[in-house]
């Protein structure tokens, strides 16, 4: 039954991944996407997470046909991989990022492209206008990583990162890390 829904709504979304592919031609990938995305992450209830998921097995690099993709949750890079068994809760914002799998997301998180987008050793230009540097950050599998929560490097497999945590380092495996910046208070192996 659930494959017959997929397939349904996989149907009713192809105009809007149409106008994507068109637009991108024109705006580009990126830009052309976060307008879908945009639109796609406030259609409520269970279709709507449905037609998240179709619309970003299409559009991403690569996006697992059991994840489950929360209400306002956008993705600002097509550049993204969602492997099996992923969950991302509500209002979360994706930027380049490998997310493997069984990895839980709370609500609220962010995963920013790196800690380098904008540059800003020119004081002579906007900081807007300085080139920046996007990473794609990886998210190992069966990580857990609590509400509001600012991820900005790679997280190992099997780590726990706290509620509200800030991450701007690397987190080695089977780590539980907390706090802002986020430093690890314990090991799980």
């Known amino acids: 039954m659930k494959n017959v829904f997929s397939l349904i709504i996989r149907i009713l979304i192809l105009p ?7 637009k991108s031609l024109f705006i ?19 279709m709507g997470e449905y037609a998240r998921r179709e619309i970003n097995k299409l559009s991403l690099n690569k996006c697992a046909s059991d994840c489950s993709i929360g209400f306002g949750t956008i993705f ?6 969602i492997k099996e068994g992923v969950y991302i ?10 997310i493997n ?4 997301i709370g609500s609220n998180v962010d995963i920013l492209s790196g800690k380098h987008q904008h540059s800003t050793e020119s004081i002579d230009i906007p900081i807007r206008y300085q080139k920046g540097e ?18 900005m490097d790679d997280v190992g497999k099997g780590c726990i990162i706290g509620a509200g945590s ?24």
Request: proline share 3%; net charge positive; glycine share 8%.
């Open 16 to 22: 809007f991944f149409l106008s994507f592919k068109i």
């Open 28 to 46: 580009g990938k990126d830009r052309a996407f976060a307008l879908v995305s945009q639109a796609f992450s406030i259609l409520p209830g269970l």
């Open 76 to 81: 600002s890079h097509t550049d993204c991989e």
């Open 89 to 98: 809760g509500a209002n979360c914002m994706i930027g380049k990022a490998e």
């Open 101 to 104: 799998k069984n990895v839980i």
């Open 134 to 151: 996007f990473k794609k950050i990886k998210i190992g599998e069966d990580t857990w990583i609590g509400n509001h929560s600012v991820i």
């Open 166 to 189: 800030v991450v701007t380092q690397p987190v080695d495996d089977y780590s539980i890390v907390a706090g802002n910046p986020a430093k690890v208070i314990k090991r799980r192996a």
